[in-house]
């Protein structure tokens, strides 16, 4: 089944009380769908994943606080190699476990 849109006019949403934006880094990073994008080689894979399996811990990332959830880290441009020798730089699995709170497409 085709899932409904979710249509509000102008006026009713600016009369509608909404909740506060959740994020999951704060002031960074809103709960949703993100996209980064910058030039190449500028470490976006690096700094994702990161920022991931920070957000699995709950621990900070840059210094701001995150909200523990799980994680789908869509890595397509990676193989499991990169990303295994990657989190092993940054020292993740040697002392820490996500729970099976972070997961990865490759």
Known sequence: PIPKLNVI???????????????????????????????????????????????ALGEKFLNKQTTQTGVLYLALEDNLQRLKDRMKILSFFMWKTTENTLYIIV
């Open 9 to 55: 006019s102008a006026q009713d949403l600016q009369n509608t009380d909404l909740p506060p934006v959740k994020f999951l880094v704060e002031d960074i990073l809103p709960e949703g769908t993100s996209i980064l994008s910058a030039s190449p080689k500028m470490g976006k894979s690096w700094f994702v994943l990161d920022m991931g399996l920070k957000i």
